[in-house]
């Protein structure tokens, strides 16, 4: 890089993993890195689909976010990364920590200057790096929360959070307030969004577990999801709407404005999907439905509900399952 070291400023973390649970559970190593830095801020690489811009929007160790963008996209294939090189030379980097084992990041931060390049160092990635202190091979064959915090003990940063932590905007406490002022309390949030269908848990359940939790006194009922969520939404309100059950749409509203719904919430019951991530990391009590999936279990906030006999499915949890759950969580 031309210019002296002068002219580098800033640290970037890439994380291009794309989902929101997949950036909420780096957030322990991303504000560790911050914390060990002078200006104690990062800029963050992502992948759109992570929304890590709303995500972290009030994060105050976090000063800006960049796109990656493949599968498709214009950092695709080998213009695709002397773009990504070419963008990256732009911020002027002084290091740059790539929490992924691929070798094209490192690859293309080599490729734009960036002095020092620290990384998982997995295969080739090692060869990109100027810090060898990597993750061992079984480390690299951990969870993605488990190799993060493998990761950041291995680099010696301090622990920040023993679990994520997700920082909220006051401007979306406010508007959540007043868009749902009378609706009394208490508040349980469905989380209907998943990113597979055979991790949805469908209308009929959510509604039937709507008429049973208006019953037991939970008298705001959330229906939460994305924009693609609002016919399922819709259909859920539909039936419990037939069953004398009011039910507030929470579809596709800013993810800054979910989450700070979510933290108002007094439960959370929901597929297991990013916004399950969510709720945990402010620090609202969810139940998560894993009849596809294998439960997490990096969050004291994160109850799972599973089906009796493995290899079920969603159809193997049933709402008794979930009421059950729900009275061992509330004592």
Same mark, same amino acid.
């Given at each position: 890089?031309?210019?002296?070291?002068?002219?580098?400023?800033?640290?970037?973390?890439?994380?291009?993993?794309?989902?929101?649970?997949?950036?909420?559970?780096?957030?322990?190593?991303?504000?560790? =890195? /911050? *914390?060990?830095?002078? +200006? $104690?801020?990062?800029? !963050?690489?992502? #992948? %759109?689909?992570?929304?890590?811009?709303? @995500?972290? =929007? /009030? *994060?105050?160790?976090? +000063? $800006?976010?960049?796109? !990656?963008?493949? #599968? %498709?996209?214009?950092?695709?294939?080998? @213009?695709?990364?002397?773009?990504?090189?070419?963008?990256?030379?732009?911020?002027?980097?002084?290091?740059?920590?790539?929490?992924?084992?691929?070798?094209?990041?490192?690859?293309?931060?080599?490729?734009?200057?960036?002095?020092?390049?620290?990384?998982?160092?997995?295969?080739?990635?090692?060869?990109?790096?100027?810090?060898?202190?990597?993750?061992?091979?079984?480390?690299?064959?951990?969870?993605?929360?488990?190799?993060?915090?493998?990761?950041?003990?291995?680099?010696?940063?301090?622990?920040?959070?023993?679990?994520?932590?997700?920082?909220?905007?006051?401007?979306?406490?406010?508007?959540?307030?007043?868009?749902?002022?009378?609706?009394?309390?208490?508040?349980?949030?469905?989380?209907?969004?998943?990113?597979?269908?055979?991790?949805?848990?469908?209308?009929?359940?959510?509604?039937?577990?709507?008429?049973?939790?208006?019953?037991?006194?939970?008298?705001?009922?959330?229906?939460?999801?994305?924009?693609?969520?609002?016919?399922?939404?819709?259909?859920?309100?539909?039936?419990?709407?037939?069953?004398?059950?009011?039910?507030?749409?929470?579809?596709?509203?800013?993810?800054?404005?979910?989450?700070?719904?979510?933290?108002?919430?007094?439960?959370?019951?929901?597929?297991?999907?990013?916004?399950?991530?969510?709720?945990?990391?402010?620090?609202?009590?969810?139940?998560?439905?894993?009849?596809?999936?294998?439960?997490?279990?990096?969050?004291?906030?994160?109850?799972?509900?599973?089906?009796?006999?493995?290899?079920?499915?969603?159809?193997?949890?049933?709402?008794?399952?979930?009421?059950?759950?729900?009275?061992?969580?509330?004592?």
């Amino acid at each position: 890089m031309s210019g002296g070291d002068q002219e580098q400023r800033g640290v970037l973390v890439i994380q291009p993993l794309p989902g929101i649970g997949d950036m909420i559970w780096h957030l322990p190593l991303i504000h560790a =890195i /911050a *914390d060990s830095l002078p +200006e $104690r801020k990062v800029t !963050v690489l992502s #992948k %759109p689909r992570s929304q890590a811009d709303r @995500l972290l =929007i /009030a *994060d105050p160790a976090v +000063e $800006r976010v960049l796109w !990656v963008e493949r #599968k %498709p996209g214009r950092h695709d294939g080998f @213009l695709g990364l002397l773009r990504l090189g070419g963008m990256l030379r732009k911020g002027r980097f002084r290091q740059v920590w790539i929490l992924h084992d691929s070798a094209r990041y490192a690859l293309a931060a080599w490729l734009a200057g960036i002095p020092e390049r620290t990384g998982y160092g997995s295969g080739l990635q090692r060869r990109f790096l100027s810090r060898t202190v990597c993750l061992t091979r079984e480390q690299g064959r951990l969870h993605p929360v488990d190799k993060a915090d493998a990761f950041r003990v291995a680099q010696g940063l301090r622990q920040m959070e023993p679990e994520p932590r997700l920082v909220l905007a006051e401007s979306a406490r406010q508007r959540v307030r007043q868009r749902w002022s009378l609706v009394p309390k208490p508040w349980v949030a469905l989380g209907i969004a998943t990113s597979e269908s055979i991790k949805q848990w469908g209308a009929e359940n959510f509604a039937h577990l709507a008429g049973v939790l208006a019953a037991r006194g939970f008298r705001g009922l959330f229906v939460t999801g994305g924009p693609d969520d609002r016919r399922l939404a819709e259909e859920i309100i539909g039936r419990a709407d037939a069953l004398g059950i009011h039910m507030e749409a929470a579809t596709g509203q800013p993810l800054e404005e979910t989450a700070a719904l979510l933290e108002a919430c007094d439960y959370y019951i929901g597929n297991d999907t990013g916004i399950l991530n969510v709720a945990a990391a402010v620090s609202t009590p969810a139940l998560g439905l894993f009849g596809a999936s294998e439960p997490l279990t990096h969050s004291i906030f994160i109850d799972a509900v599973t089906p009796d006999h493995p290899g079920a499915g969603m159809a193997g949890i049933t709402v008794e399952h979930v009421l059950c759950a729900l009275e061992r969580m509330t004592g």
